[in-house]
């Protein structure tokens, strides 16, 4: 069963079965490794061997999580942005655990995913500090809000294909050197149908790639892991000749953000991607906040 899932998840853009099967490699790589010592101890060569390929595979796609382009000798004076980004849940009963998060880790921008007319009256405080914002409020999960302590430039919301849900484009400066920001939510794909909008809106958004700048990030809750076949097409489709698009967290190893109630299917969903002519200094998953994710955070440093 472990192989045949993980053989399934290879075929993730045929079929929205085989995409649900792909995004549990480091599940299926622990379980691989227990079954191939007892198939050892057993003296089962054929299922062993079997499970030793099975289970090389499953390292092959955990092994990029933790061999990147880690930011240590990143230019200690270049700019930088640091990028907060949390699906908070639009039935948190916790809001207090966000807040203190904010005020602890200081982002310079803060994307908000599901967010409702109570969680803005939420974040009303945000004011004085992140004077600078744009926001679609919806009595749903699609929701969503950017706060900035920069001035926004463009600041726009946009629909990609046809689910229907809003995405934020907007820009800033930092120390003169323009980012454009993408935040956006794709639905999850609990159904077939799900499934198709949640790829038409990557590969809609992978269709505008000339209009977003050629420094550019994008955050959002993906609901998909970077396992999965369809969001690595729309990273490879979101490359440009001068740029490529890479997860800001390469090299920082894995960091889940769902299910923050069930750890044994915890996988990232929530991801910050960048061009490569942007660095990361630091990447990491935050505490609990009440929500079924994890909040990511980012610092970001723009080469001159």
Known sequence: MLCAVTLAGYLGRVHWFFDAWSHFRVQYFVALGVCLVLLLIARDWLFAGLAGVCLA????EIAPLYIGERA????????????????????????????????????????????????????????????????????????????????????????????????????????????????????PPFRPHHWRRRNEQLEAIAAARSALGDRLVIAGDFNASPFSPCLKHFVAAMGTPESKLRWAGR????????????????????????????AVADFRTGPHIGSDHLPVRATIVVAR
């Open 72 to 187: 240590a000798a990143v230019d200690e004076t270049a700019p930088r942005l640091t990028l907060l980004h949390a699906n908070v849940y639009e039935g948190n009963r916790e809001p207090e655990r966000f807040l203190a998060l904010i005020q602890e880790s200081d982002p310079d921008v803060i994307v908000v995913i599901e967010a409702t007319p109570a969680w803005v009256k939420t974040l009303e405080p945000l004011a004085d500090e992140y004077p600078h914002s744009i926001a679609e409020i919806r009595d749903n999960p699609f929701g969503i809000a950017l706060y900035s302590r920069l001035p926004l430039v463009d600041a726009r919301i946009v629909t990609y294909g046809r689910a229907g849900v809003p995405s934020i484009v907007a820009a800033v400066e930092v120390e003169g050197m323009r980012i454009t920001l993408l935040a956006t939510h794709p639905v």
């Open 57 to 60: 595979l499953n390292a092959a």
């Open 251 to 278: 090299g920082f190893g894995f960091k889940p953000t769902w299910p923050t109630f069930n750890r044994l299917m915890f996988t990232p969903i929530d991801h910050i991607y960048m061009t490569d002519n942007l």
